[in-house]
């Protein structure tokens, strides 16, 4: 009676899947930038799929419209290997006797050694988590089939504390330990129950997802999202009624088994759905933005999938071409502009200038005083080093030349003068301040 | 000129690119190009030339030679077409890939990587485009200072481009905004990269480039009456060739080719050390040494 009421749950739970009818496994972009491709993987369920052509699917990008299918193949990755993690529940009921005399998790641990005798480890890889209040790896994605044997004898009994059973977070959890987006990835979970989580049940956060608790539409869009199909074994007389759910929107199935042999059957299972799994190919334009998303449809059956675009400066705008000549007529006009601007120009009357402050003064006629005191023509305040009349510019008109004269020793160039004829571009030093003299000259050309 | 009033000419010019661009790669995309791979190559090198061109122009600009600017210029169009257009498939295919290790379809995530995908690519462009002068010169330390001032200007112009988005989703008004800011801030960081990479600056102190200031980066210079030298001296009559130095911390001068070259006055036949305020003249051009 029991086994009777719990095929009629899985058949209700999967029921609403029959609707679907097209799954997009994987949107491979990886031939988008240099060879302008999509290749897009899917399965089909509930459809006869003999004598199909790519007339028969419709492609369309959200903001291009429709795509030109180029290719249709079936079994395009049959070769492929699978990445799988297995996910065992290591909750204190898996502990309990089962209906053949043995423990279940005994029995698991023989499903799961069943399971990895059909491995392929040229072409597959596996790894092996346990959950119950946390989520512990066995075995890495990729430890060889021997040493997941050895690791998978020593699970042990959880402490009384660890009881929960956190399914569907560690759903959620395993989904983000496979790399990369290519590929097929599936997750099998062996469990012996229900979802039954320490937050909402221990009435405690939890140490790891705090007060989160997946639900099982995220579990389910996670798994479309990546590609990654979800099949469940149930080993107990209990079963979560949500868990048939996510597996058959995933792209997988559940399995209620009684036998350990019957577990190998889950590996032939997921390699015929890939054998199934067809590849469309499409010409991909630029698009305008940085995402698109693209809808795969077949008669009233459609699934779609988000892809990145790699165009950094977006595609096609509204603006019209007349205003980009415009505008780049203006941005040249502008560089021409600053072509013409005069950034410097000789000076036209002998002058000093200070190096600090750029202060610049005409050098008068006849004598020109440097020093401390307000009359002064240059004055240099604020320095006690400084005598109100330091320095002073002579000018002799008739021979052309300035000189500087004072009493005590300034430095002319770098050197102690007293008396010294300046030459244009000639670094005037007094006390710490610098003036540079500059008179017209013959570098001029 | 002074040192901050050519960061200033820079940012000016790096508007006029950022201008220029916008429209060269409204042009492209109004062309209907309908290969990914051609569109980015094509925008990457479009904006790479423009760019080159404009600030590998700018000495053109500074000592109004033209003819000359130009062909320098032109060298480093090239030089920037190509490093651009690298740069662009760089991140377009970077984009590809490591799209794969995240779930495009959770909100959040993409809602914090594609400003991050976007900036990082605006930053390799940026750093691109603030390589070409130091390539063109073939000085590391040059290179190193126009690409962190790229880095940071293309960053900036790609965050300043996520945030005008926000406002203006329209695709060429976005790009527009983005590409004027990004110009802007790498003529800027550019001008301020020099600088801080620099170790000392010489001012002119007397002829038609009174007041110029040039600043010191690379740890060989040569100072001569070419547009090709390091340190263009136009204008004068006579300009002595020198090539300045730095080796184990200090900065020394020699003539070339025997060349006379004045420090304070006092001949220097062999290659001399540089100090504080030391007056070079080199024929009729003189330069007041000022370390920084």
Same mark, same amino acid.
């Given at each position: 009676m029991k086994k009777i009421i719990i095929s009629a749950i899985i058949i209700l739970s999967v029921l609403p899947l029959w609707s679907q009818n097209i799954l997009i496994s994987q949107v491979d972009t990886n031939n988008l930038l240099f060879k302008g491709k999509i290749d897009i993987y899917f399965s089909m369920t509930g459809i006869e799929t003999a004598g199909l052509s790519p007339e028969d699917f419709t492609i369309r990008e959200e903001t291009m419209g429709d795509l030109e299918i180029t290719a249709l193949k079936k079994g395009a990755d049959k070769d492929a290997g699978i990445d799988f993690i297995l996910l065992i529940d290591n909750s204190g009921s898996m502990y309990e006797e089962s209906y053949q005399g043995s423990r279940r998790i005994a029995q698991a641990k023989l499903a799961l050694s069943s399971f990895l005798e059909n491995i392929d480890e040229s072409r597959d890889r596996v790894g092996v988590y346990a959950f119950n209040t946390m989520l512990e790896e066995i075995a890495p994605l990729g430890t060889k089939v021997p040493d997941i044997h050895r690791r998978l004898s020593a699970i042990e009994q959880p402490e009384a504390g660890m009881a929960y059973t956190e399914l569907y977070n560690s759903l959620?959890?395993?989904?983000?330990?496979?790399?990369?987006?290519?590929?097929?990835?599936?997750?099998?979970?062996?469990? +012996?129950?229900?979802?039954?989580?320490?937050?909402?049940?221990?009435?405690?956060?939890?140490?790891?997802?705090?007060?989160?608790?997946?639900?099982?539409?995220?579990?389910?869009?996670?798994?479309?999202?990546?590609?990654?199909?979800?099949?469940?074994?149930?080993?107990?007389?209990?079963?979560?009624?949500?868990?048939?759910?996510?597996?058959?929107?995933?792209?997988?199935?559940?399995?209620?088994?009684?036998?350990? +042999?019957?577990?190998?059957?889950?590996?032939?299972?997921?390699?015929?759905?890939?054998?199934?799994?067809?590849?469309?190919?499409?010409?991909?334009?630029?698009?305008?933005?940085?995402?698109?998303?693209?809808?795969?449809?077949?008669?009233?059956?459609?699934?779609?999938?988000?892809?990145?675009?790699?165009?950094?400066?977006?595609?096609?705008? +509204?603006?019209?071409?007349?205003?980009?000549?415009?505008?780049?007529?203006?941005?040249?006009?502008?560089?021409?502009?600053?072509?013409?601007?005069?950034?410097?120009?000789?000076?036209?009357?002998?002058?000093?200038?200070?190096?600090?402050?750029?202060?610049?003064?005409?050098?008068?006629?006849?004598?020109?005083?440097?020093?401390?005191?307000?009359?002064? +023509?240059?004055?240099?305040?604020?320095?006690?080093?400084?005598?109100?009349?330091?320095?002073?510019?002579?000018?002799?008109?008739?021979?052309?030349?300035?000189?500087?004269?004072?009493?005590?020793?300034?430095?002319?160039?770098?050197?102690?003068?007293?008396?010294?004829?300046?030459?244009?571009?000639?670094?005037?030093?007094?006390?710490?301040s610098t003036i540079i003299f500059d008179a017209p000259d013959a570098t001029k050309v | 000129m002074k040192v901050n009033r050519k960061i200033i000419i820079y940012l000016v010019l790096g508007v006029c690119a950022g201008l220029v661009s916008f429209s060269a790669v409204e042009l492209l995309t109004a062309a209907g190009i309908t290969s990914f791979l051609a569109l980015s190559l094509a925008q990457g090198a479009a904006l790479g030339f423009i760019f080159g061109f404009v600030f590998g122009f700018a000495d053109g600009i500074l000592y109004k030679e033209l003819k000359s600017g130009l062909m320098k210029a032109s060298v480093a169009a090239l030089i920037g077409a190509i490093t651009a257009a690298a740069a662009m498939i760089l991140t377009s295919q970077g984009m590809i890939w490591t799209s794969g290790f995240i779930n495009l379809e959770h909100k959040q995530t993409m809602g914090i990587l594609l400003p991050l995908w976007r900036g990082a690519g605006w930053m390799l462009m940026g750093a691109a485009i603030g390589a070409v002068d130091g390539i063109q010169q073939r000085a590391s330390r040059r290179t190193l200072a126009g690409i962190l001032g790229g880095l940071l200007g293309g960053l900036s112009g790609g965050m300043g481009l996520e945030f005008i988005i926000r406002y203006l989703p329209e695709a060429s008004l976005a790009r527009a905004a983005g590409l004027l800011w990004m110009g802007s801030m790498i003529g800027l960081f550019l001008g301020e990269f020099e600088k801080r990479f620099s170790y000392a600056r010489l001012r002119v102190l007397n002829g038609r480039l009174k007041d110029r200031e040039f600043l010191l980066v690379n740890k060989k210079i040569r100072l001569g009456e070419n547009l090709q030298d390091d340190l263009y001296l136009k204008g004068y009559k006579k300009v002595a060739r020198a090539i300045i130095s730095r080796a184990d911390g200090e900065i020394y001068i020699e003539g070339e080719n025997n060349s006379r070259i004045l420090v304070n006055d006092q001949i220097a036949e062999t290659k001399r050390t540089l100090k504080y305020q030391d007056v070079l003249k080199l024929g009729d051009v003189k330069l007041l040494y000022l370390p920084l």
């Open positions: 959620g959890e395993v989904a983000r330990l496979f790399p990369g987006k290519a590929g097929r990835r599936a997750v099998i979970v062996l469990s +012996d129950g229900e979802n039954y989580s320490l937050f909402q049940h221990g009435g405690r956060e939890h140490e790891e997802w705090g007060k989160t608790v997946i639900s099982p539409e995220e579990i389910v869009q996670t798994y479309q999202e990546t590609g990654i199909t979800l099949d469940g074994i149930n080993i107990s007389d209990k079963v979560d009624t949500r868990l048939a759910g996510i597996c058959g929107e995933s792209g997988g199935s559940f399995h209620d088994v009684r036998s350990t +042999d019957a577990i190998s059957n889950v590996y032939t299972d997921i390699k015929q759905r890939i054998t199934d799994e067809y590849m469309i190919t499409v010409k991909a334009p630029p698009l305008p933005g940085s995402r698109g998303r693209i809808k795969l449809s077949y008669k009233d059956g459609h699934d779609s999938r988000d892809l990145l675009v790699p165009v950094l400066f977006g595609g096609a705008s +509204d603006l019209s071409i007349i205003v980009s000549i415009l505008l780049l007529l203006f941005g040249l006009a502008g560089l021409g502009a600053v072509y013409y601007i005069p950034f410097e120009k000789p000076v036209k009357s002998a002058q000093i200038q200070s190096l600090e402050s750029n202060q610049r003064t005409i050098l008068n006629e006849g004598a020109t005083i440097i020093g401390a005191s307000r009359d002064a +023509d240059y004055t240099i305040a604020g320095n006690p080093g400084i005598d109100s009349e330091h320095a002073t510019i002579v000018h002799d008109k008739q021979a052309g030349t300035f000189t500087l004269v004072s009493n005590r020793a300034v430095r002319v160039n770098n050197r102690k003068v007293k008396n010294r004829e300046l030459t244009p571009g000639d670094v005037i030093q007094i006390e710490g | -």
